[in-house]
C-alpha cells in the first residue's frame, strides 16, 4: 500500500469501535464505567470475522485508514453498540454511527486519500488476504472482553 501512498503508517495497537470518542468529565468516569459494566454483564463471547479489506476516513476527512471490515458476527457488534449507545445517552453524548461498518484498522495517514488507496491497491490487498493460506484462522477473532479507554486508564469487562 506504501507504494500507492507513500506515507500509510502501521497501526500500533489493534482495536474494532463500538463508539465514537467522546469526552467524559472527570466526575462521570466512575458512574459512566458501572452503567457500561451492568449493560455489558450477560453478553457472552462470540467470534467474528474481519477479512474485507477496506479504505475509511474519519468525519472531518482529515485521516485516512485501511482496514479489515467484519463480515460475520455484525449482529453481535450490533447488540453491542445498542447497549453502549444507552449508556452514552444517559449522559447526553453521542452514539455511535446508525449503519456502522464494523473494521479493524491497519494503517493510517494524513488527509483525504481514499482515491490513492481504492482501485488497483485496495484490488491488490484483498488479493493478499484472499491468498494467505492461514487467513480462515487468522481473520477470525474471538471477543473475550470490552475495553473502554477513559485518558490513560483502561476499563475492562469480560464476556461470558
Known sequence: ARTFVPSLAAMEEFHLSLSQCVV???HWIEPFVRSLRERLAAFHRFFCVADQV???TNQ???RTFIGLEVSAGHFQLLELVS????VLEEFDLPTFYKDPSFHISLAWCVGDLAGRLEGQCLREL??????????????RIQWEQIRCKSGNKYFSFPLR
Do not use: P
Not at 83 to 86: K, L, P, W
Open 24 to 26: 467524559l468529565r472527570y
Open 54 to 56: 477496506k479504505v475509511y
Open 60 to 62: 472531518n476527512k482529515t
Open 83 to 86: 447497549e453502549v449507545d444507552g
Open 126 to 139: 484483498q488479493d493478499i488476504v484472499d491468498g494467505f493460506e492461514e487467513s480462515a484462522s487468522l481473520l
